[in-house]
Protein backbone atom coordinates (compact mmCIF):
# COMPACT_ATOMS: atom_id res chain seq x y z
CA UNK A 1 0.00 0.00 0.00
CA UNK A 2 1.00 3.52 -1.04
CA UNK A 3 -0.38 5.95 1.69
CA UNK A 4 -0.03 9.82 1.12
CA UNK A 5 -1.57 12.60 3.07
CA UNK A 6 -4.30 14.78 1.86
CA UNK A 7 -6.06 17.84 3.82
CA UNK A 8 -9.45 18.94 3.20
CA UNK A 9 -10.59 22.30 4.19
CA UNK A 10 -13.81 22.59 5.10
CA UNK A 11 -15.94 26.39 5.77
CA UNK A 12 -15.49 26.64 8.76
CA UNK A 13 -11.57 26.83 8.94
CA UNK A 14 -10.70 23.31 10.69
CA UNK A 15 -8.13 21.29 8.58
CA UNK A 16 -8.82 17.31 8.30
CA UNK A 17 -6.10 14.94 8.13
CA UNK A 18 -6.78 11.54 5.97
CA UNK A 19 -4.49 9.32 4.83
CA UNK A 20 -5.11 7.96 0.86
CA UNK A 21 -4.36 4.65 0.66
CA UNK A 22 -3.55 3.23 -2.75
CA UNK A 23 -3.75 -0.30 -3.85
CA UNK A 24 -0.94 -1.14 -5.90
CA UNK A 25 -1.96 -1.56 -9.57
CA UNK A 26 -4.73 1.44 -8.88
CA UNK A 27 -7.38 -1.38 -8.38
CA UNK A 28 -9.10 0.28 -5.52
CA UNK A 29 -8.59 3.69 -2.97
CA UNK A 30 -10.19 4.77 0.21
CA UNK A 31 -9.95 7.46 2.19
CA UNK A 32 -8.98 6.35 5.92
CA UNK A 33 -7.89 8.27 9.28
CA UNK A 34 -4.05 7.76 9.20
CA UNK A 35 -4.22 6.25 12.50
CA UNK A 36 -6.25 3.18 12.61
CA UNK A 37 -5.42 0.27 15.17
CA UNK A 38 -6.67 -2.49 14.13
CA UNK A 39 -9.57 -4.29 11.62
CA UNK A 40 -10.49 -6.74 13.96
CA UNK A 41 -13.15 -6.36 16.45
CA UNK A 42 -11.49 -7.62 19.46
CA UNK A 43 -12.00 -6.19 23.03
CA UNK A 44 -8.38 -6.77 24.54
CA UNK A 45 -8.25 -4.01 26.93
CA UNK A 46 -4.36 -3.42 25.72
CA UNK A 47 -5.37 -2.66 22.33
CA UNK A 48 -6.53 1.05 21.51
CA UNK A 49 -9.97 1.63 20.48
CA UNK A 50 -10.50 2.79 17.04
CA UNK A 51 -13.68 4.71 18.20
CA UNK A 52 -14.86 5.36 21.47
CA UNK A 53 -18.43 7.39 21.24
CA UNK A 54 -19.61 9.23 24.40
CA UNK A 55 -23.48 8.87 24.37
CA UNK A 56 -25.48 6.52 23.03
CA UNK A 57 -28.28 8.68 21.64
CA UNK A 58 -29.02 8.85 17.58
CA UNK A 59 -26.03 10.47 16.37
CA UNK A 60 -23.50 8.36 18.54
CA UNK A 61 -25.12 5.13 17.53
CA UNK A 62 -25.43 5.37 14.35
CA UNK A 63 -21.76 6.62 14.37
CA UNK A 64 -20.22 3.67 16.48
CA UNK A 65 -22.26 0.97 14.54
CA UNK A 66 -21.77 2.19 10.98
CA UNK A 67 -17.91 2.31 11.90
CA UNK A 68 -18.22 -1.19 13.36
CA UNK A 69 -19.66 -2.49 10.71
CA UNK A 70 -16.43 -1.78 8.91
CA UNK A 71 -14.26 -3.85 11.25
CA UNK A 72 -13.21 -1.26 13.47
CA UNK A 73 -12.81 -2.18 17.73
CA UNK A 74 -15.63 0.35 19.09
CA UNK A 75 -17.11 1.11 22.37
CA UNK A 76 -20.07 3.50 23.30
CA UNK A 77 -20.13 4.61 26.61
CA UNK A 78 -23.76 5.75 28.21
CA UNK A 79 -25.06 6.26 31.69
CA UNK A 80 -28.02 4.45 31.51
CA UNK A 81 -29.72 1.40 29.70
CA UNK A 82 -32.61 1.67 30.64
CA UNK A 83 -35.17 4.62 30.73
CA UNK A 84 -36.94 6.63 33.91
CA UNK A 85 -34.41 6.88 36.11
CA UNK A 86 -33.97 10.47 37.16
CA UNK A 87 -31.79 12.72 37.20
CA UNK A 88 -30.66 11.61 33.96
CA UNK A 89 -34.55 10.06 32.68
CA UNK A 90 -32.99 9.31 29.37
CA UNK A 91 -31.14 6.30 28.38
CA UNK A 92 -29.86 4.28 25.54
CA UNK A 93 -31.49 5.65 22.16
CA UNK A 94 -30.49 9.10 23.44
CA UNK A 95 -33.56 11.91 24.37
CA UNK A 96 -35.67 11.02 20.42
CA UNK A 97 -36.08 7.44 21.96
CA UNK A 98 -36.57 7.92 25.79
CA UNK A 99 -37.58 11.68 26.20
CA UNK A 100 -38.52 12.86 23.33
CA UNK A 101 -39.96 12.17 19.91
CA UNK A 102 -41.04 8.81 20.19
CA UNK A 103 -42.91 9.43 23.34
CA UNK A 104 -44.23 12.61 22.35
CA UNK A 105 -45.38 10.87 19.11
CA UNK A 106 -47.47 8.49 21.32
CA UNK A 107 -48.90 11.86 23.25
CA UNK A 108 -50.05 13.19 19.97
CA UNK A 109 -51.50 10.37 19.13
CA UNK A 110 -53.62 9.74 22.45
CA UNK A 111 -54.54 13.77 22.48
CA UNK A 112 -56.30 13.73 19.18
CA UNK A 113 -58.75 11.30 19.72
CA UNK A 114 -61.25 13.57 21.50
CA UNK A 115 -61.47 15.60 18.28
CA UNK A 116 -61.93 12.67 16.13
CA UNK A 117 -65.21 11.68 18.16
CA UNK A 118 -66.37 14.89 18.36
CA UNK A 119 -66.49 14.90 14.14
CA UNK A 120 -68.00 11.05 14.51
CA UNK A 121 -71.49 12.68 15.19
CA UNK A 122 -71.06 14.43 11.15
CA UNK A 123 -70.60 10.87 10.15
CA UNK A 124 -73.87 9.52 11.65
CA UNK A 125 -72.04 7.48 14.69
CA UNK A 126 -74.42 8.97 16.91
CA UNK A 127 -73.46 8.86 20.83
CA UNK A 128 -69.62 8.34 20.43
CA UNK A 129 -67.75 9.95 22.90
CA UNK A 130 -64.17 10.14 23.74
CA UNK A 131 -64.21 8.33 26.92
CA UNK A 132 -62.41 9.13 30.20
CA UNK A 133 -58.81 9.36 29.55
CA UNK A 134 -56.00 7.28 31.96
CA UNK A 135 -53.24 8.81 32.22
CA UNK A 136 -51.96 5.84 34.37
CA UNK A 137 -52.68 3.48 32.16
CA UNK A 138 -50.79 5.21 28.93
CA UNK A 139 -48.10 5.95 31.18
CA UNK A 140 -47.97 2.55 31.76
CA UNK A 141 -47.62 1.48 28.11
CA UNK A 142 -45.57 3.86 27.13
CA UNK A 143 -42.62 2.78 29.87
CA UNK A 144 -43.02 -0.79 28.24
CA UNK A 145 -43.10 0.41 24.53
CA UNK A 146 -39.24 2.38 25.74
CA UNK A 147 -38.31 0.05 27.57
CA UNK A 148 -38.71 -2.15 24.56
CA UNK A 149 -36.77 0.45 22.44
CA UNK A 150 -33.81 0.30 24.87
CA UNK A 151 -33.33 -3.06 25.00
CA UNK A 152 -33.78 -3.61 20.73
CA UNK A 153 -30.69 -1.09 20.90
CA UNK A 154 -28.78 -2.98 23.06
CA UNK A 155 -29.17 -6.12 21.84
CA UNK A 156 -29.54 -5.68 18.27
CA UNK A 157 -29.00 -2.40 16.90
CA UNK A 158 -25.27 -2.26 18.92
CA UNK A 159 -25.04 -5.75 20.27
CA UNK A 160 -25.27 -7.66 16.75
CA UNK A 161 -22.87 -5.12 15.32
CA UNK A 162 -20.23 -5.65 17.77
CA UNK A 163 -20.16 -2.04 19.62
CA UNK A 164 -19.41 -2.55 23.08
CA UNK A 165 -21.47 -1.00 25.19
CA UNK A 166 -19.64 0.59 28.84
CA UNK A 167 -22.06 1.64 30.75
CA UNK A 168 -20.94 5.13 33.21
CA UNK A 169 -20.53 8.68 32.12
CA UNK A 170 -17.52 9.55 29.58
CA UNK A 171 -15.08 12.43 30.16
CA UNK A 172 -11.99 12.81 28.25
CA UNK A 173 -8.33 12.49 29.69
CA UNK A 174 -6.23 14.13 26.89
CA UNK A 175 -7.44 13.26 23.23
CA UNK A 176 -6.76 9.86 22.85
CA UNK A 177 -8.16 8.40 26.33
CA UNK A 178 -11.28 8.22 27.76
CA UNK A 179 -12.66 8.19 31.30
CA UNK A 180 -15.46 6.47 32.40
CA UNK A 181 -17.04 6.81 35.89
CA UNK A 182 -20.13 5.75 37.74
CA UNK A 183 -22.37 8.26 39.16
CA UNK A 184 -20.66 9.18 42.44
CA UNK A 185 -17.56 10.11 40.22
CA UNK A 186 -15.30 7.02 40.33
CA UNK A 187 -12.96 6.16 37.60
CA UNK A 188 -14.63 2.46 36.36
CA UNK A 189 -12.68 2.15 33.00
CA UNK A 190 -10.25 3.89 31.11
CA UNK A 191 -10.61 3.55 27.33
CA UNK A 192 -7.24 4.47 24.88
CA UNK A 193 -8.46 5.43 21.90
CA UNK A 194 -7.04 6.96 18.49
CA UNK A 195 -11.07 8.60 17.80
CA UNK A 196 -13.60 10.01 20.17
CA UNK A 197 -16.87 11.01 19.02
CA UNK A 198 -18.88 13.83 21.57
CA UNK A 199 -22.37 12.88 21.17
CA UNK A 200 -23.92 13.46 24.17
CA UNK A 201 -26.86 15.53 23.02
CA UNK A 202 -29.08 18.91 24.77
CA UNK A 203 -30.58 19.53 28.46
CA UNK A 204 -33.31 21.42 28.52
CA UNK A 205 -32.54 25.23 29.86
CA UNK A 206 -34.52 26.53 32.58
CA UNK A 207 -34.55 30.54 33.31
CA UNK A 208 -32.67 31.88 36.49
CA UNK A 209 -36.16 32.78 38.46
CA UNK A 210 -37.17 32.45 41.80
CA UNK A 211 -39.29 29.21 42.37
CA UNK A 212 -37.41 27.85 38.95
CA UNK A 213 -37.08 24.63 41.00
CA UNK A 214 -40.87 24.00 40.83
CA UNK A 215 -41.05 23.38 37.48
CA UNK A 216 -40.27 20.66 35.41
CA UNK A 217 -38.86 20.08 31.83
CA UNK A 218 -39.56 18.03 28.55
CA UNK A 219 -37.91 15.24 30.76
CA UNK A 220 -40.18 14.58 33.35
CA UNK A 221 -43.27 15.44 32.28
CA UNK A 222 -43.48 11.75 30.98
CA UNK A 223 -42.97 10.44 34.18
CA UNK A 224 -45.35 12.25 36.19
CA UNK A 225 -47.55 9.77 38.36
CA UNK A 226 -50.94 11.82 37.82
CA UNK A 227 -52.40 14.19 34.93
CA UNK A 228 -52.48 17.68 36.32
CA UNK A 229 -55.50 19.45 35.97
CA UNK A 230 -53.96 22.66 35.13
CA UNK A 231 -50.59 23.34 33.53
CA UNK A 232 -48.97 26.09 32.53
CA UNK A 233 -46.77 25.62 29.47
CA UNK A 234 -43.73 28.30 29.12
CA UNK A 235 -42.31 29.04 25.32
CA UNK A 236 -42.50 29.31 22.02
CA UNK A 237 -40.67 26.52 20.27
CA UNK A 238 -42.07 23.02 19.28
CA UNK A 239 -41.67 21.40 22.34
CA UNK A 240 -43.77 24.15 24.36
CA UNK A 241 -46.56 24.12 21.51
CA UNK A 242 -46.39 20.13 21.07
CA UNK A 243 -47.30 19.69 24.59
CA UNK A 244 -49.66 22.73 25.44
CA UNK A 245 -52.05 20.93 22.75
CA UNK A 246 -51.16 17.34 24.12
CA UNK A 247 -52.07 18.33 27.36
CA UNK A 248 -55.05 20.37 25.82
CA UNK A 249 -56.47 17.71 23.98
CA UNK A 250 -55.88 14.68 27.08
CA UNK A 251 -58.28 17.42 28.90
CA UNK A 252 -56.34 19.41 31.32
CA UNK A 253 -56.46 23.00 31.69
CA UNK A 254 -53.23 24.43 29.42
CA UNK A 255 -52.12 28.50 29.71
CA UNK A 256 -49.50 28.94 27.16
CA UNK A 257 -47.48 31.56 28.03
CA UNK A 258 -44.47 32.98 25.36
CA UNK A 259 -42.42 36.56 25.65
CA UNK A 260 -42.73 36.95 21.63
CA UNK A 261 -45.72 38.10 20.11
CA UNK A 262 -45.98 34.94 17.41
CA UNK A 263 -45.20 31.33 18.47
CA UNK A 264 -42.50 29.10 16.07
CA UNK A 265 -39.80 31.93 15.20
CA UNK A 266 -38.26 31.06 12.02
CA UNK A 267 -40.56 28.99 10.69
CA UNK A 268 -42.96 30.47 7.49
CA UNK A 269 -45.00 33.28 8.59
CA UNK A 270 -48.22 32.36 7.50
CA UNK A 271 -48.32 28.75 9.29
CA UNK A 272 -47.66 30.45 12.12
CA UNK A 273 -50.50 32.51 12.42
CA UNK A 274 -52.83 29.80 10.54
CA UNK A 275 -51.96 27.39 13.81
CA UNK A 276 -52.58 30.51 15.81
CA UNK A 277 -56.09 30.89 14.15
CA UNK A 278 -56.88 27.13 14.78
CA UNK A 279 -55.43 26.75 18.49
CA UNK A 280 -57.73 29.92 19.04
CA UNK A 281 -60.87 28.68 17.13
CA UNK A 282 -60.31 24.87 18.23
CA UNK A 283 -58.45 24.46 21.58
CA UNK A 284 -59.51 25.86 24.93
CA UNK A 285 -55.53 26.78 25.13
CA UNK A 286 -55.21 29.96 26.95
CA UNK A 287 -52.86 31.92 24.68
CA UNK A 288 -50.46 34.48 26.47
CA UNK A 289 -48.23 36.43 24.45
CA UNK A 290 -46.09 39.19 25.44
CA UNK A 291 -45.47 37.04 28.88
CA UNK A 292 -43.25 36.15 30.71
CA UNK A 293 -43.08 34.25 34.15
CA UNK A 294 -41.01 36.37 36.95
CA UNK A 295 -41.88 33.57 39.91
CA UNK A 296 -43.17 30.29 40.64
CA UNK A 297 -44.57 30.18 44.17
CA UNK A 298 -45.70 26.87 46.00
CA UNK A 299 -48.63 26.86 47.96
CA UNK A 300 -49.60 25.24 51.24
CA UNK A 301 -51.64 22.72 49.04
CA UNK A 302 -49.00 21.97 46.47
CA UNK A 303 -50.20 23.80 43.65
CA UNK A 304 -48.28 26.88 41.82
CA UNK A 305 -48.83 30.30 41.43
CA UNK A 306 -47.12 31.84 38.28
CA UNK A 307 -46.40 35.16 38.59
CA UNK A 308 -45.63 37.10 35.33
CA UNK A 309 -43.67 40.38 34.44
CA UNK A 310 -46.41 42.53 34.34
CA UNK A 311 -47.90 41.09 37.90
CA UNK A 312 -50.37 39.24 36.60
CA UNK A 313 -50.79 35.62 38.61
CA UNK A 314 -52.08 31.94 37.23
CA UNK A 315 -52.86 29.24 39.32
CA UNK A 316 -51.68 26.08 38.21
CA UNK A 317 -50.62 22.13 38.97
CA UNK A 318 -47.52 21.96 37.13
CA UNK A 319 -45.41 24.58 34.87
CA UNK A 320 -43.36 23.17 32.50
CA UNK A 321 -40.61 24.70 31.02
CA UNK A 322 -39.89 24.74 27.43
CA UNK A 323 -37.01 27.57 26.86
CA UNK A 324 -34.87 25.86 25.26
CA UNK A 325 -32.13 23.42 25.28
CA UNK A 326 -28.40 24.03 25.96
CA UNK A 327 -25.62 21.85 24.72
CA UNK A 328 -25.03 18.41 27.29
CA UNK A 329 -20.88 18.91 27.93
CA UNK A 330 -20.98 19.32 31.85
CA UNK A 331 -18.17 16.79 32.77
CA UNK A 332 -16.56 15.89 29.81
CA UNK A 333 -13.18 17.61 30.32
CA UNK A 334 -13.13 18.76 27.38
CA UNK A 335 -10.40 21.26 28.38
CA UNK A 336 -7.98 18.41 28.67
CA UNK A 337 -7.58 17.74 25.06
CA UNK A 338 -8.07 21.65 24.19
CA UNK A 339 -11.35 20.91 22.35
CA UNK A 340 -13.14 24.35 21.99
CA UNK A 341 -16.56 25.71 23.07
CA UNK A 342 -19.03 28.38 21.84
CA UNK A 343 -21.14 28.79 24.99
CA UNK A 344 -22.18 25.01 25.86
CA UNK A 345 -22.15 23.92 22.64
CA UNK A 346 -19.38 22.26 20.41
CA UNK A 347 -18.32 23.99 17.25
CA UNK A 348 -17.24 21.48 14.36
CA UNK A 349 -16.70 21.39 10.92
CA UNK A 350 -18.01 19.89 8.19
CA UNK A 351 -16.51 16.73 8.97
CA UNK A 352 -17.98 17.07 12.75
CA UNK A 353 -14.44 17.60 13.70
CA UNK A 354 -13.39 19.93 16.51
CA UNK A 355 -10.60 22.38 16.89
CA UNK A 356 -8.54 18.56 17.52
CA UNK A 357 -7.76 16.25 15.36
CA UNK A 358 -9.20 12.92 16.45
CA UNK A 359 -11.40 14.29 18.72
CA UNK A 360 -15.18 14.76 16.47
CA UNK A 361 -18.66 15.61 18.05
CA UNK A 362 -22.05 15.05 16.49
CA UNK A 363 -25.70 15.65 17.01
CA UNK A 364 -27.36 18.53 19.64
CA UNK A 365 -24.45 19.29 20.93
CA UNK A 366 -23.01 20.62 17.96
CA UNK A 367 -26.01 23.33 18.01
CA UNK A 368 -26.52 22.92 13.99
CA UNK A 369 -29.46 21.21 13.11
CA UNK A 370 -31.07 19.73 16.20
CA UNK A 371 -33.15 17.02 14.90
CA UNK A 372 -32.96 13.36 15.38
CA UNK A 373 -32.80 12.14 11.59
CA UNK A 374 -29.60 15.09 11.43
CA UNK A 375 -27.89 13.57 13.95
CA UNK A 376 -28.26 10.65 11.93
CA UNK A 377 -26.67 11.37 8.94
CA UNK A 378 -23.51 13.43 11.10
CA UNK A 379 -22.70 10.39 12.60
CA UNK A 380 -23.09 8.33 9.42
CA UNK A 381 -21.05 10.53 7.57
CA UNK A 382 -18.28 10.71 9.75
CA UNK A 383 -17.96 6.83 10.17
CA UNK A 384 -17.93 6.30 6.49
CA UNK A 385 -15.12 9.36 5.98
CA UNK A 386 -13.40 7.85 9.06
CA UNK A 387 -13.67 3.96 7.91
CA UNK A 388 -15.12 3.60 5.25
CA UNK A 389 -13.43 5.15 2.39
CA UNK A 390 -15.16 8.03 1.62
CA UNK A 391 -14.87 11.82 1.43
CA UNK A 392 -18.69 12.60 3.54
CA UNK A 393 -19.30 15.87 4.71
CA UNK A 394 -22.16 16.69 6.21
CA UNK A 395 -25.09 18.07 4.18
CA UNK A 396 -27.32 20.39 5.87
CA UNK A 397 -29.90 21.59 2.61
CA UNK A 398 -33.18 21.39 2.58
CA UNK A 399 -33.44 19.55 5.88
CA UNK A 400 -37.42 18.58 6.47
CA UNK A 401 -39.20 18.95 9.65
CA UNK A 402 -42.83 18.54 11.26
CA UNK A 403 -44.31 20.37 14.40
CA UNK A 404 -46.77 17.97 15.86
CA UNK A 405 -49.08 20.59 16.51
CA UNK A 406 -52.88 19.91 15.47
CA UNK A 407 -52.48 20.55 12.85
CA UNK A 408 -49.00 19.64 12.08
CA UNK A 409 -46.95 21.84 10.37
CA UNK A 410 -44.31 20.42 8.23
CA UNK A 411 -41.44 22.42 6.17
CA UNK A 412 -38.37 22.29 3.71
CA UNK A 413 -36.25 24.77 2.36
CA UNK A 414 -36.75 28.40 2.88
CA UNK A 415 -39.79 30.31 4.09
CA UNK A 416 -41.01 33.10 2.26
CA UNK A 417 -38.88 35.94 4.03
CA UNK A 418 -35.23 33.86 3.26
CA UNK A 419 -36.32 33.26 -0.35
CA UNK A 420 -36.97 36.83 -0.91
CA UNK A 421 -33.71 38.24 0.47
CA UNK A 422 -31.98 35.35 -0.93
CA UNK A 423 -32.77 35.03 -4.31
CA UNK A 424 -34.86 38.00 -4.82
CA UNK A 425 -37.29 37.57 -7.32
CA UNK A 426 -39.15 34.65 -6.48
CA UNK A 427 -43.17 33.44 -6.90
CA UNK A 428 -45.15 32.29 -4.53
CA UNK A 429 -48.08 29.86 -5.16
CA UNK A 430 -50.33 29.73 -1.65
CA UNK A 431 -53.68 27.74 -1.12
CA UNK A 432 -55.89 27.62 2.21
CA UNK A 433 -59.00 25.33 2.09
CA UNK A 434 -61.47 23.39 4.55
CA UNK A 435 -59.99 19.69 3.71
CA UNK A 436 -63.04 17.23 3.20
CA UNK A 437 -62.85 15.48 6.63
CA UNK A 438 -63.25 18.56 8.32
CA UNK A 439 -65.55 19.74 5.74
CA UNK A 440 -68.42 17.50 5.69
CA UNK A 441 -68.79 17.18 10.15
CA UNK A 442 -68.86 20.62 9.21
CA UNK A 443 -65.52 21.54 11.19
CA UNK A 444 -63.59 24.92 11.32
CA UNK A 445 -60.83 23.38 10.84
CA UNK A 446 -58.41 24.73 7.77
CA UNK A 447 -55.58 23.40 5.77
CA UNK A 448 -52.55 25.68 4.15
CA UNK A 449 -50.26 24.88 1.52
CA UNK A 450 -47.09 26.95 0.08
CA UNK A 451 -44.55 26.36 -2.60
CA UNK A 452 -41.94 28.95 -3.11
CA UNK A 453 -40.40 29.18 -6.62
CA UNK A 454 -36.81 30.85 -7.34
CA UNK A 455 -38.08 32.82 -10.67
CA UNK A 456 -35.10 32.63 -12.22
CA UNK A 457 -34.25 29.37 -12.71
CA UNK A 458 -38.03 27.24 -11.52
CA UNK A 459 -36.59 25.45 -8.48
CA UNK A 460 -38.94 25.12 -5.63
CA UNK A 461 -36.95 26.06 -2.97
CA UNK A 462 -39.56 25.78 -0.09
CA UNK A 463 -42.94 23.85 0.80
CA UNK A 464 -44.81 24.85 3.61
CA UNK A 465 -47.52 22.93 5.09
CA UNK A 466 -50.58 22.97 7.74
CA UNK A 467 -52.59 20.07 7.45
CA UNK A 468 -53.38 16.69 9.32
CA UNK A 469 -50.46 14.26 8.34
CA UNK A 470 -48.21 17.13 7.17
CA UNK A 471 -45.24 15.04 8.23
CA UNK A 472 -46.06 12.43 6.17
CA UNK A 473 -47.13 14.10 3.16
CA UNK A 474 -43.84 16.48 3.38
CA UNK A 475 -41.27 13.22 3.14
CA UNK A 476 -41.93 12.62 -0.45
CA UNK A 477 -41.68 16.22 -1.29
CA UNK A 478 -38.57 16.90 0.51
CA UNK A 479 -37.19 14.14 -1.78
CA UNK A 480 -38.56 16.24 -4.89
CA UNK A 481 -36.95 19.27 -3.40
CA UNK A 482 -33.64 18.30 -2.73
CA UNK A 483 -33.49 16.32 -6.00
CA UNK A 484 -34.04 19.94 -7.66
CA UNK A 485 -37.16 19.47 -8.30
CA UNK A 486 -38.96 22.74 -10.55
CA UNK A 487 -42.92 23.64 -10.41
CA UNK A 488 -43.00 22.87 -13.73
CA UNK A 489 -42.05 19.34 -12.42
CA UNK A 490 -44.70 19.41 -10.04
CA UNK A 491 -47.33 21.03 -12.82
CA UNK A 492 -46.54 17.83 -15.11
CA UNK A 493 -47.02 15.72 -11.98
CA UNK A 494 -50.84 13.62 -12.06
CA UNK A 495 -52.46 14.30 -8.65
CA UNK A 496 -54.05 11.58 -6.06
CA UNK A 497 -57.69 12.37 -5.92
CA UNK A 498 -59.69 13.07 -3.86
CA UNK A 499 -56.72 14.59 -1.40
CA UNK A 500 -55.34 17.28 0.20
CA UNK A 501 -52.52 16.14 -0.79
CA UNK A 502 -53.04 17.10 -4.55
CA UNK A 503 -52.98 20.65 -4.28
CA UNK A 504 -49.42 20.74 -4.21
CA UNK A 505 -49.37 19.63 -7.73
CA UNK A 506 -52.28 21.97 -8.42
CA UNK A 507 -51.70 25.42 -7.94
CA UNK A 508 -51.08 26.86 -11.40
CA UNK A 509 -51.45 30.64 -10.21
CA UNK A 510 -49.34 32.40 -8.46
CA UNK A 511 -50.42 34.40 -5.57
CA UNK A 512 -47.96 36.86 -5.66
CA UNK A 513 -44.42 37.38 -6.80
CA UNK A 514 -41.09 39.35 -5.61
CA UNK A 515 -39.28 41.51 -7.72
CA UNK A 516 -35.43 42.56 -6.30
CA UNK A 517 -36.56 41.11 -2.65
CA UNK A 518 -39.92 43.31 -2.97
CA UNK A 519 -43.44 41.60 -2.43
CA UNK A 520 -46.12 42.18 -6.13
CA UNK A 521 -48.92 41.51 -5.84
CA UNK A 522 -50.23 38.88 -8.66
CA UNK A 523 -53.05 40.51 -11.26
Same mark, same amino acid.
Given at each position: ??????????????????????????????????????????????????????????????????????????????? #?????? =??????????????????????????????????? *????????????????????????EITRLNNVYSKFVLGNAGVEIVQGYGCLNGKNEVLVKDANGQVIRTLPTQNTVIATGGWPNLPSIPGIEHAI??????????????????????????????????????????????????????????????????? #?????????????????????????????????????????????????????????????????????????????????????? =???????????????????????????????????????? *?????????????????????????????????????????????????????????????????????? *??????? !???????????????????????????????? !?????
Amino acid at each position: MLALMISFKSTTGFSLQRGLRVARGGAQSTFRLASSSTTDNDNDNDTPYDLVVIGAGSGGVRSSRIAASYGQKVAIVEP #QLQHGI =APDYSAIGGTCVNVGCVPKKLMVFASRYPNAMAEA *AGYGWQGATAGTFSWETFIEAKNAEITRLNNVYSKFVLGNAGVEIVQGYGCLNGKNEVLVKDANGQVIRTLPTQNTVIATGGWPNLPSIPGIEHAISSNEIFYLPKQPKRIVCVGGGFIALEFAQIMNGLGSDVTLMYRGDLFLRGFDQDVRELLNDEMETNT #QIDLQFNTNPAEIIKNDDGSLTVVTEDGARVETDVVLMATGRNGKINGLNLESAGVETQGSFIPVNDYSQTNVEGVYAVGDVTNRI =ALTPVALMEGHSLADTLFGGMDRPVDHDFVASTVFTTPEI *ATVGYTEEQAAAKFQDITVFKTKFRPMAHSFPKTETYTLFKVIVDTATDKVVGVHLATDGAGEMMQGMAV *AVKMGAT !KADLDRTIGIHPTSAEELVTMRSPSYHYKNGI !KVESE
